[in-house]
């Protein structure tokens, strides 16, 4: 098979985009603490660029989480990988994905890190898949909403491969 990508949301768009969501997030976080928990490795690029817009003292966090193999479709099976290396009990989280699908994944960590008993749990994900939900999961700051549509760059990947193009592209697979 053939892999194209074309572009989908290109890189000023996204960087707008980046800022914009900080500021919304710099508006509810005012005179607190913040803890960002980046999903590796698709939310590496956005936790980024997101923490280098945020005015409240920051901390993070990384954790590993795999529902995909080298597929193009969820596979449902959530294994952790890496687990966090701080408490967060008694802090402010945010959860930044960079993209939910059927929100298995969120759904899955939001309920596993509540349970460690943090000051307050939200999420932002860079790009939502609305119509491919499966959860009731919702995020507290979306960049964009897009079709169902297989995504990369700008942290997302196929295969291990396209995450460090600067914008967000389409993948499609075609015979060779
Ligand atoms: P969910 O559990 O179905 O919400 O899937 C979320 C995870 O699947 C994301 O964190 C991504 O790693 C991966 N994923 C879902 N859609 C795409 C896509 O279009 N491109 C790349 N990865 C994706
Ligand atoms: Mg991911």
């Known amino acids: 098979m053939k892999e194209e990508v074309s572009v989908l949301i290109d890189e000023d768009r996204v960087a707008e985009r980046v800022r914009e969501l900080a500021e919304e997030i710099n508006r509810d976080y005012e005179g607190k603490k913040l803890h960002l928990i980046c999903i590796l490795k698709g939310s590496v690029f956005f936790t980024c660029e997101l923490a280098k817009y945020i005015k409240a003292p920051v901390t993070m966090d990384f954790m590993s989480v795999s529902s995909y193999g080298d597929r193009l479709t969820s596979s ?26 059927s929100g298995q994944t969120l759904s899955y960590l939001a309920n596993m890190l509540g349970k460690r008993n943090p000051a307050s749990l939200k ?54």
């Open 76 to 101: 449902g099976c959530i294994t952790i990988s890496q687990d966090l290396t701080m408490s967060i009990e008694g802090r402010e989280v945010l959860l930044v994905e960079d993209i939910i699908d």
């Open 123 to 176: 999420i932002c994900t860079l790009l939502d898949k609305t119509t491919c939900r499966t959860t009731d999961i919702k995020a507290a700051y979306t960049g964009f909403e897009i079709e169902d549509l297989f995504v990369v760059g700008y942290g997302l990947d196929y295969a291990q491969k396209y995450r460090n193009l600067p914008y967000i592209g389409e993948l499609r697979l075609k015979e060779d």
